[in-house]
C-alpha cells in the first residue's frame, strides 16, 4: 500500500470556526509534512514531523495547529483563518531516512479549502 | 540558498512529439533531484528520482538527467499523449533534512 489519504476533500468555513484536516498512511514511514499550494504555485512546507515529533514549523502562523497522534496519523487543526488562507493542503509521507538520497515523499490526493 | 527554476512555464505540443522539459538549481550540493507530475487540483505523484550520484533514470516513455556540475535536470518525454498534459514540477533535496526546494513547474498540454 503506497497511498497516503487525506479527509475530507474540499472543506467550506468560516472565519470563526474550527476544523481539522486529516491524513493517514499505513506504509511505516516516520516522517509527515503538510504542505499549503496555492493555484499555479509550487507547495510550500508548512510543518514536518519525524518520529511523531514536530521537527521543522516554517513560522507558520498559529491559526494552524499541527497534531500527529501516531505514526500513521497526522491532523491539521484549524481556527480563525483568513481569505488568504484558502488553497490546497498537501500531506505527504517519507521514510524518515534523512541520510538517503533515494528517499522520495509520497504525496495525498489533498484538501481543498476555503475560507469565506 | 538553493534556487531551482524551470523553463518554459508552459508548453503546447501536438499529439506524438518528444518534447523536454527544463530544470536548473543554482547550487550543485544537492542529495537528490525529483520530478512529479499535479493534475489541476490533484496531489502530486513522483515519476522519477535521480540521486545525486546518478546521471540518470528512466520508467517507460519517461527519461530524466541530471548534470550537478551545470545545475540541470531534463525530463524528455517520447511519443506525448494527450493523458500527459498535466504540470510538471522539480524538486531538490539539499542539505538540511527534510526540505524539498521547488521549480515553479512547467504546464504541459499535449493537443490530440
Known amino acids: 500500500d503506497t497511498e497516503v489519504t487525506q479527509t475530507p476533500k474540499h472543506l467550506v468555513m468560516g472565519m470563526t470556526n474550527k476544523k481539522s484536516l486529516k491524513c493517514e498512511q499505513h506504509?511505516?514511514?516516520?516522517?509527515m509534512y503538510w504542505y499549503k499550494q496555492k493555484a499555479k504555485k509550487p507547495p510550500e512546507l508548512m510543518f514536518v514531523?519525524?518520529?511523531?515529533?514536530?521537527?521543522i514549523n516554517e513560522s507558520v502562523p498559529s491559526r494552524f495547529s499541527p497534531e500527529c497522534p501516531n505514526s500513521s496519523l497526522l491532523n491539521l487543526h484549524l481556527h480563525a483563518l483568513q481569505p488568504e488562507d484558502s488553497a490546497l493542503y498537501l500531506c505527504?509521507?517519507?521514510?524518515?531516512?534523512?541520510?538517503?538520497?533515494?528517499?522520495?515523499?509520497?504525496f495525498g490526493p489533498g484538501t481543498r479549502l476555503l475560507v469565506l | 540558498k538553493q534556487e531551482v527554476t524551470q523553463i518554459p512555464a508552459a508548453l503546447s505540443v501536438p499529439e506524438g512529439e518528444n518534447l523536454v522539459l527544463n530544470c536548473s538549481f543554482t547550487?550543485?550540493?544537492?542529495?537528490?533531484l525529483q520530478w512529479f507530475r499535479q493534475d489541476p487540483g490533484k496531489g502530486l505523484t513522483s515519476l522519477l528520482l535521480i540521486q545525486s550520484s546518478q546521471r540518470e533514470q528512466t520508467s517507460g516513455r519517461l527519461n530524466a538527467s541530471l548534470d550537478k556540475s551545470s545545475g540541470r535536470s531534463t525530463l524528455y518525454i517520447a511519443a506525448s499523449q494527450p493523458g500527459d498534459s498535466a504540470t510538471y514540477l522539480c524538486?531538490?533535496?539539499?542539505?538540511?533534512?527534510?526540505?524539498?526546494?521547488w521549480g515553479a513547474g512547467t504546464k504541459l498540454i499535449i493537443k490530440p
Open positions: 524538486a531538490v533535496k539539499g542539505w538540511s533534512n527534510y526540505q524539498l526546494i
Open positions: 506504509m511505516g514511514h516516520r516522517a
Open positions: 547550487d550543485s550540493a544537492i542529495y537528490n
Open positions: 505527504a509521507s517519507s521514510q524518515g531516512a534523512s541520510g538517503d538520497p533515494g528517499e522520495t515523499q509520497y
Open positions: 514531523y519525524s518520529y511523531e515529533k514536530l521537527s
